[in-house]
């Protein structure tokens, strides 16, 4: 894992009895884990990649349609791609109306820079609040997936995110990682205007965050309010999204 990574995240691995590497970024501890891959003969189970990690995924844009058949659309937070693909696959062939929508933080946009030039592509750096969609870069299957079902890539920013972090909380009494605020923030960020008055899926998918860190990032979220970017993106209520 790199040692940014979420100190919750990482005791929570300790606890359940995992070996915990730290490297210096994400770069690394994937070129780490693939050296142990090899080295000890094990096999990785990768976290975005392959198709019995969209198969799994998809079973979250399964029980979607069967709970809210007629949706509108459906935004889903993007770190490698993997969730996204297999969620977005399941929604299409059920109901191909239904618009899906992969979100990233400007800082780790590896599927928006990969739908851009029609190939996967690669970061030189990673940097964003949201750590645990911080891919070094997309790859080919799941870029494929989302290729194939995926109707566009937007980006938010990290403030954008704080924000949506808070909205959650204030809202809906989520504690949401930065992360698992990314589809939020889409939503009433670069997508606000098109998904207006529509039914639409949002994502929250992860709490792996320390009060400490929460607590930080709430009050960057209450200066971007303040500061006036909450004008645009405020608005959230419980029965404004599924």
């Known amino acids: ?82 969730l996204c693909a297999g969620i977005a696959a399941a929604v299409k062939q059920i109901n191909p109306a239904c618009a899906v929508y992969g979100a990233e933080p400007f800082g780790a946009d590896a599927l928006y820079r990969s739908f851009a030039s029609g190939q996967p592509e690669a970061l030189e750096r990673v940097d964003t609040v949201a750590d645990s969609l911080g891919a070094p870069y997309a790859m080919p299957y799941s870029f494929g997936v989302c290729r194939r079902f995926v109707d566009e890539v937007v980006r938010v920013t990290d403030d954008e995110i704080c924000l949506a972090m808070l909205n959650l909380f204030r809202d809906a009494k989520l504690v949401a990682e930065p992360a698992a605020a990314v589809a939020t923030a889409a939503l009433f960020g670069p997508l606000r205007e098109r998904l207006a008055g529509k039914r639409v899926g949002v994502l929250v998918c992860g709490s792996n965050i320390d009060p400490v860190r929460f607590a930080e990032l709430l009050a960057r979220g209450a200066r971007v309010r303040g500061a006036g970017l909450g004008t645009a993106m405020d608005g959230l209520c419980p029965g404004s999204v599924q």
């Open 1 to 82: 894992m790199p040692r940014h990574a979420s100190p919750a995240r990482i005791a929570a691995c300790r606890e359940l009895g995992a070996e915990v590497l730290l490297m210096p970024d994400v770069h690394q501890a994937f070129a780490r884990g693939r050296e142990i891959e090899r080295d000890e003969m094990r096999t990785m189970l990768h976290p975005y990649e392959g198709p019995l990690t969209a198969q799994g995924t998809a079973t979250v844009g399964l029980e979607l349609m069967a709970q809210v058949p007629r949706l509108d659309a459906v935004v889903v937070p993007v770190g490698g791609g993997g």
